[in-house]
């Protein structure tokens, strides 16, 4: 009896009996476990809402990702329907379940972006019961869609909402410490480093599957690591210069909040679907300098833009 397989095993059965009625509600579910869909619902937060838990959530995601990157290398556990060839994936979930599957990335996201709102978030006990419900569908459609086992989904809850938590606390002190920042971005830049050489340099398992097609093919896993850890980047050089020198405020009216986050929306649409398929992504340094832009963009070019509008006034008060 494997009690991380089993479960999942259960779950397909329960889908396939009713049909897979429910397969679409939880790839759109999954969807939201996404690195860029969780990074636009952050920039929501950061741009619009309450800058300071914008802030949180973005530095918070740099140390999740660091050890989902770090963990994923260093373990190298196949998915589940490669582990146990009686699990059955729904096919339309196999586009975004590469690599290994240990800890799961959409479920740390998950729990980075609505756990940090609940720990953090100051908001009334209905609106935390739904980013509750969220952070819970997303967390199991990974093991309903058959892409993930319990152990993928448990492991990255457990150590996330450890992550939140110690950064929760180091958060509470900047406000004391405004340097903080530096020496906190600082240490995750050198992590960041060592992180991609540590990715870079292991070995990697060399197993075929029945079409002598490797299972997992570590320049996959390197290009992976590098366009995660470019974001990663591009967050934590910004997040202090940002802070020093634009200032921008998520203050506003509606109307300025709605346009602001559409202008930001549309620039992130630009990005991912414009300037990173002319940067490319065959090589590492092509992912990483990809996501470094869009990392700058959410921190410190569309803050600057914020700004410079509301220094004019053109943002109506």
């Not at 909402?161 to 406000?175: C, T, Y």
């Not at 992590?191 to 990715?199: A, D, E």
Request: hydrophobic content about 50%; overall charge positive; some cysteine.
């Amino acid at each position: 009896m494997n009690i991380f397989i089993d479960p999942i095993l259960f779950i397909q059965f329960l889908r396939q009996s009713i049909g897979g009625i429910f397969d679409s509600f939880f790839i759109s579910c999954s969807f939201y476990g996404e690195t860029v869909s969780v990074i636009v619902l952050m920039a929501l937060f950061y741009w619009c809402i309450d800058k300071k838990l914008g802030e949180y959530l973005f530095i918070s995601f740099c140390g999740i990702n660091f050890i989902t990157s770090f963990l994923k290398n260093a373990l190298c556990i196949y998915r589940p329907w490669i582990l146990d060839s009686r699990v059955k994936p729904v096919t339309e979930a196999l586009a975004t379940a590469t690599g290994y599957s240990f800890p799961s990335g959409h479920a740390s996201n998950a729990v980075n972006l609505f756990g940090g709102l609940i720990l953090r978030g100051k908001y009334s006990k209905t609106l935390n019961i739904i980013f509750a419900v969220c952070m819970i569908l997303i967390l199991f459609s990974r093991n309903y869609l058959g892409v993930h086992s319990i152990l993928d989904v448990l492991g990255a809850l457990l150590y996330t909402v450890i992550v939140l938590i110690i950064f929760s606390k180091i958060f509470d002190k900047l406000e004391e410490n405004p340097n903080l920042d530096i020496i906190i971005s600082a240490i995750g830049l050198i992590l960041m480093i060592l992180v991609s050489v540590f990715t870079f340099a292991k070995g990697y398992p060399m197993d075929y599957d029945s079409a002598g097609k490797l299972i997992v093919d570590p320049v996959i896993m390197n290009l992976g690591t590098y366009y995660i850890m470019g974001l990663v980047a591009g967050i934590l050089i910004s997040w202090p210069i940002e802070r020093r020198f634009i200032k921008f405020s998520a203050e506003g009216t509606t109307e300025n909040k709605i346009i602001r986050f559409l202008g930001g929306f549309i620039g992130i649409g630009f990005i991912v679907k414009v300037i990173l398929p002319i940067i490319g992504s065959n090589t590492a340094l092509e992912n990483f300098t990809g996501m470094f832009i869009l990392g700058l963009f959410i921190m410190l070019i569309y803050p600057a833009i914020i700004k410079y509008f509301q220094n004019h006034k053109i943002e109506k008060n």
